[in-house]
C-alpha cells in the first residue's frame, strides 16, 4: 500500500536556489525517511527521522517532521546540478515482526545550471 | 566494497517464459526485499526476507516467487511472466536493527 504522497510531483529551479519538497503519509510511523534516486539508478539512503524528532539536518539537507499533520519537508540549500535526481519520502513501521518501507511516489527535482 | 549486486540490469523477455532475477549482498544483512518500480506509483514491495529460509509476501507479490537459501542471495523467480510484469525491478538489503535500507542498481524487464 502506498503511504507517502510527495508534493510537488516536479521541481524545476535554478542552481544556488532552495529546494522544498514534502511528503503526507496516512497513518502512524516509526520513522521517516528519505531516499534520492539518479536516473535508472538505485535509491540511496539520505537521512533518517524518527518519530519523537522534529527536526533534522545533514549537509545541505534538512528534515522537518510534524506528526500532528503527518507530514515532512525535505529542503536542499543551495542546490547543484548534480542534485538533480527523484526523491523520496519513505515512512517505516512494523508489520508483524518486520520493520517495514512504505514508499511514496516521488518528487522529480531538476536543478538548471 | 559494501554494496547490492543484480543480474541481469535489463531483460526483454515473452510472455510464459521462466526468468531469474538473482540478488546478493556482501554486507552479511539478515533482512532483504524486492521492490518493483512503476510510473506515478513509487516502490511497491514484492517480497521480503528477515534470513535464511523465512520469506514473506509484501503487498504485490502475485505472480513471483523468491527463495532464500543463503544469507547473501535473492533471487526472484518470475514462473510465467506476463507483460504487466514490464517494470524496474530493486533488491534491497538492510543492517540488523536499521531501518535504512541499500539498494542495488536495479533490473528493467520489458515482458512482450
Known amino acids: 500500500s502506498q503511504q507517502g504522497e510527495e508534493d510537488p510531483q516536479a521541481l524545476s529551479i535554478q542552481e544556488g536556489e532552495n529546494a522544498t519538497m514534502n511528503c503526507s503519509y496516512k497513518t502512524s510511523i516509526n520513522n521517516l525517511q528519505w531516499y534520492r534516486q539518479n536516473s535508472g539508478r538505485g535509491l540511496v539512503h539520505l537521512i533518517l527521522?524518527?518519530?519523537?524528532?522534529r527536526e533534522k539536518h545533514s549537509g545541505r539537507l534538512r528534515v522537518t517532521l510534524d506528526t500532528s499533520k503527518k507530514s515532512s519537508s525535505l529542503l536542499i540549500t543551495a542546490s547543484r546540478a548534480a542534485d538533480t535526481a527523484s526523491y523520496f519520502c519513505a515512512t517505516a513501521s512494523y508489520s508483524g515482526s518486520a520493520r517495514q518501507l512504505t514508499f511514496g511516489s516521488g518528487t522529480q527535482l531538476t536543478v538548471l545550471p | 566494497e559494501a554494496q547490492v549486486t543484480q543480474n541481469p540490469r535489463y531483460l526483454i523477455t515473452v510472455t510464459g517464459k521462466k526468468l531469474t532475477v538473482t540478488c546478493s549482498q556482501n554486507m552479511n544483512h539478515e533482512y532483504m526485499s524486492w521492490y518493483r518500480q512503476d510510473p506515478g506509483l513509487g516502490l511497491r514491495q514484492i517480497y521480503y526476507?528477515?534470513?535464511?529460509?523465512?520469506?514473506d509476501k509484501g503487498d504485490v507479490p502475485e505472480g513471483y516467487k523468491v527463495s532464500r537459501k543463503e544469507k547473501r542471495n535473492f533471487p526472484l523467480i518470475l514462473e510465467s511472466p506476463s507483460p504487466n510484469q514490464t517494470s524496474l525491478y530493486f533488491c534491497?538489503?538492510?543492517?540488523?536493527?536499521?531501518?535504512?535500507?541499500?539498494f542495488g542498481p536495479g533490473t528493467r524487464l520489458t515482458v512482450t
Open positions: 534491497a538489503s538492510r543492517p540488523p536493527g536499521a531501518y535504512e535500507q541499500y
Open positions: 527521522i524518527r518519530s519523537n524528532e
Open positions: 526476507s528477515m534470513n535464511v529460509e523465512v520469506t
